[in-house]
C-alpha cells in the first residue's frame, strides 16, 4: 500500500468528522474485481530486511474483534484502534516490524487505546465493513464501533502523528463526534428496513446485457487483454459472460474479447509451480503481487476451463491442470481432507530470525533454488468459501469432459470435511475454521458458494446427498437472509451483541447474484415453485432503483433467468448407467442439468415427465415438457442431444408420456 502524505491537523479534524457521515455499507456491484485505492508502497517491495530482523509488534495487546473489546472501549472511554491485516500481506509484515515494534508506538497504543486486530480473512464480515482501500487497514474507531480515521499503511513516525492528533481532535470535539455517531447509529439500523420493489424501477434485461457488452468493449485492453486500467484483476464473470453471448449472437468478436482476458490471467501464472499470482500491479499483467490464494486460483481456472470448451485451446487446459496441480501439491492437506487459504509472496515474512527474500526475487528461481531458501508460508486455515469455490473449479473440469472423474476425488473430499467439520450449531457454516475452532458462521458469502458446489458434486455423482445438503444450506438462507420484501439477501443474520457497521443489515449484490443462481439451479432440477420465486425476486432487486449498474455476473444471471435448460436425465443405477452419464459431460450447451433416478416407474418423475422402468439404462434428452427417445448407447449422446436442440429443445418431441 501506498504510504499516504500525512495531513495536516486541520484537516484530520475534517476527515474525523467526514469519515462519521458515512453511508452505511451502500453495496454496489464493480464492473472490475475491487481493487486497492493504491497498490504499492514507494520502492516496490521494500521495507523488510534481508538479514534477521526485530519483531515487536506481539509487546501490543492486541484483542480479538468482539463485543469484550468495545465493551472495554466504552468502561475506559478510550478509542479503538483497528488494525486490519492478512498473513499473505508484505505491508502488513512491513508495519509488525516496523510501525507496531516502535516503542512509542506500543506505548500509545497500550496506554490510550483499545487495539484489536483482525485477520482479513478469517473475518471478512470485519474486513469488508471497514477495509480503507487494502491491506493492512489502519484505522481508529469510537467505542461504539464507527470510523473516525482510517488509513492503509503508515510508518512509525506518521502512525504516531495519527495517534496523538486523533485522541487530542476527539477530546476535544467529542459533543460533536457523539452526534455524528448518534446519526451513523440510525442509519445502520435504517439498513434493516424493507421497502417493495418498484416493478417500473427494474432495468429491462435486455438493457443489461446490451450496455455490459458495450462497456466491456469500452474498457478493453485490446493490447494485454483484460479490462480496465491498473492494477490489472482477472476478472472470471467477465470471460463467462462474453462466452455466453457470443454463443447466444455468434459473435466472434465478444469470444475474443473472454479468450485474450484469459491469455493475459496466464501470464499471471507461475511458471514453475503453475498457481496464479493475486494480481499484476501493471496493465500488461507484469510486477504482480505474488501471493497465492486459493479462491482466485479456482476462479482462473474455471475461466481456463470455459475457453477450453469455447475454443478447444491447448494451452488453456494446460494452465488449469498447472494451476490444479499446483494446489493438490501446496495448499492441500491429505490428512484433514480439505484445502488450505493462501501461501505467502515472500520467504521469511513470518520469521524474523531468518533471512528474508522478496517474491520478485523468488519466483524469478528455479524450483532447486527455491527449495534452497526455504518455502513461502501456507495459511492452514480451511476457508468455507475457498474451499467450496475451488471443489466447483475441478468438479467443472469433469462436467465440462476437460479431464476425468478420477479428479474429482479430492473437491468430493473436501465438501465432506467442510459439511461434517464445519457446520455451525444452527446449521450454517462456519467461514473459517483453523485447530478446531470456528470463525463467522452464518456469511451469506459461505453458505451460497457451498451449496453451488453441492449441486456440482451431484450432478458429477449422482449421490443423493450432494443435493440434500445444497437443499439444507438453501433453507437456511432463505429463512435466515432474505429479504422477502424488498429482495435480496442479508450479508448476515441479525447479531445485537456486535458494534458499528457489523450491525448493518447490508444486501450485497455480488453474494446475491450468486445466491439467485443457486435458487435457478434448484428450481431446474427440483421444479420447486418457491425456489424460482426466490431467485425472481433476486433478480428483480438487483434491477431495481431505476439505475442501470453494469456487473457481468448480474447480466449472466439476466440470461440464466430466461433460459430453457436441456435437462438430461439418467435412469438405471447400473455401470452402463455411468457411461451415459459420462457421456453426457461432453454434451456442449449453454445451461445443462443432469438429474439422476435409480430405476424409472412412478417415482421417476421431473416435473410432468415421467421416466418407465426398462431392462436397460437409459439417458433422456428433455426440454420444458417432453423429451427424445431414452439412448441407450453412450456413443449416440452427441449425435442425439444435436438432433434435439436443432429441434428446439422446448418443442414437443416423441418420448415418456406425461402422467
Known amino acids: 500500500m501506498t504510504a499516504r502524505s500525512r495531513p495536516g491537523r486541520p484537516a484530520l479534524a475534517a476527515l474525523l468528522l467526514a469519515a462519521l457521515a458515512f453511508a452505511p455499507l451502500a453495496f454496489t456491484a464493480l464492473l472490475f474485481s475491487a481493487t486497492p485505492v493504491a497498490a504499492q508502497a514507494p520502492g516496490d517491495r ?30 475506559t472511554k478510550r478509542l479503538v484502534f483497528l488494525d486490519i491485516t492478512a498473513v499473505w500481506c508484505h505491508w502488513c509484515h512491513v508495519m509488525d516490524e516496523t510501525s507496531y515494534s516502535d516503542p512509542d508506538v506500543i506505548k500509545a497504543l497500550n496506554g490510550d487505546f483499545i487495539p484489536v486486530r483482525v485477520d482479513a480473512d478469517r473475518r471478512p464480515d470485519v474486513r469488508d465493513r471497514y477495509i480503507a482501500g487494502g491491506w493492512p487497514t489502519t484505522a481508529i474507531l469510537s467505542a461504539e464501533g464507527h470510523v473516525l480515521v482510517a488509513r492503509t499503511y ?86 463467462s459472460f462474453l462466452l455466453r453471448v457470443s454463443a447466444a449472437r455468434k459473435d466472434s468478436t465478444l469470444r475474443a474479447m473472454a479468450v485474450h482476458a484469459v491469455d493475459g490471467l496466464i501470464l499471471l501464472q507461475d511458471s514453475v509451480w503453475g498457481g496464479f499470482y493475486r494480481y499484476a500491479t501493471q496493465a500488461d499483467w507484469s510486477h504482480p503481487h505474488f501471493e497465492k490464494m486459493l479462491d482466485v486460483n479456482a476462479r482462473a481456472i474455471e475461466s481456463c476451463l470455459e475457453v477450453t470448451r469455447a475454443t478447444g485451446g491447448k494451452k488453456y487446459l494446460d494452465a488449469a491442470r498447472k494451476a490444479e496441480r499446483y494446489v493438490n501439491r501446496w495448499l492441500w492437506d491429505e490428512r484433514a481432507g480439505g484445502y488450505f487459504g493462501s501461501q505467502d509472496a515472500d520467504v521469511g515474512s513470518h520469521e524474523p530470525s531468518k533471512a528474508f527474500t522478496a517474491g520478485e526475487d523468488y519466483y524469478n528461481l528455479s524450483e532447486i533454488y527455491r527449495r534452497k531458501l526455504g518455502v513461502p508460508a501456507v495459511d492452514s486455515t480451511f476457508y468455507a468459501d475457498a474451499n467450496a469455490r475451488m471443489a466447483s473449479a475441478a468438479l467443472q473440469g469433469v462436467l465440462l469432459a476437460a479431464w476425468d472423474e478420477t479428479m474429482a476425488v479430492r473437491p468430493l473430499r473436501a465438501l465432506d470435511r467442510l459439511w461434517i467439520k464445519q457446520r455451525a450449531p444452527d446449521g450454517s457454516l462456519y467461514h473459517a475454521m483453523a485447530r478446531s475452532r470456528g470463525f463467522a458462521p452464518g456469511l451469506l458469502d459461505d453458505q451460497v458458494p457451498a ?44 447479531d445485537s451483541s456486535e458494534s458499528g457497521r457489523l450491525l448493518a443489515g447490508d444486501k450485497p449484490a455480488d453474494a446475491t447474484v450468486e445466491a439467485g443462481t443457486l435458487y435457478l439451479r434448484l428450481y431446474w432440477l427440483e421444479e420447486r415453485p418457491e425456489d424460482l420465486a426466490r431467485a425472481g425476486r433476486a433478480f428483480a432487486y438487483l434491477r431495481s432503483g431505476g439505475t442501470l449498474v453494469i456487473d457481468p455476473a448480474r447480466a449472466r444471471l439476466a440470461l440464466r433467468m430466461e433460459a430453457t435448460p436441456l435437462r438430461l436425465a439418467v435412469v438405471g443405477g447400473t ?75 422446448g418443442s414437443r418431441a416423441p418420448g415418456p408420456s406425461d402422467p
Request: with cysteine; aromatic share 8%.
Open 46 to 75: 521494500e521495507g523488510l530486511r534481508s538479514g534477521p530482523r526485530a519483531k515487536r509488534d506481539h509487546e501490543i495487546r492486541w484483542r480479538e474483534w468482539g463485543p469484550t473489546a468495545f465493551q472495554e472501549a466504552k468502561r
Open 154 to 239: 503508515l510508518p512509525a513516525g506518521q502512525l504516531k502523528q495519527m495517534l496523538g492528533d486523533i485522541r487530542d481532535l476527539y477530546r476535544k470535539n467529542k459533543t460533536e463526534v457523539d452526534r455524528k455517531i448518534a446519526e451513523a447509529e440510525r442509519d445502520v439500523r435504517a439498513t434493516w428496513r424493507s421497502e417493495p420493489i418498484d416493478s417500473a424501477s427494474l432495468i429491462q434485461t435486455e438493457d443489461l446485457v446490451g450496455r455490459t457488452v458495450d462497456v466491456l468493449k469500452d474498457s478493453e485492453d485490446k493490447e494485454h487483454g483484460g479490462f480496465g486500467g491498473e492494477p490489472r484483476f482477472h476478472n472470471p464473470d467477465a470471460v
Open 575 to 649: 455401470s452402463a448407467a455411468a457411461a451415459l452419464k459420462r457421456a453426457s459431460f461432453r454434451v456442449d450447451a449453454p445451461e445443462k442439468v443432469l438429474r439422476f433416478y435409480p430405476k424409472g416407474g412412478s417415482a421417476a418423475r421431473w416435473g410432468d415427465i415421467r421416466f418407465p422402468a426398462g431392462p436397460a439404462a437409459a439417458l433422456y434428452v428433455c426440454g420444458d415438457h417432453a423429451c427424445a427417445p431414452p439412448i441407450t448407447e453412450p456413443g449416440r449422446v452427441a449425435s442425439q442431444v444435436s438432433a434435439f436442440l436443432r429441434a428446439g429443445a
Open 451 to 494: 451449496a453451488l458446489a453441492y449441486l456440482d458434486a451431484y450432478e458429477v455423482t449422482g449421490v443423493p446427498r450432494h443435493l440434500t445438503r445444497a437443499r439444507a444450506l438453501a433453507e437456511w438462507i432463505a429463512s435466515h437472509l432474505e429479504d422477502r420484501v424488498g429482495g435480496g439477501f442479508r450479508y448476515a443474520p441479525l
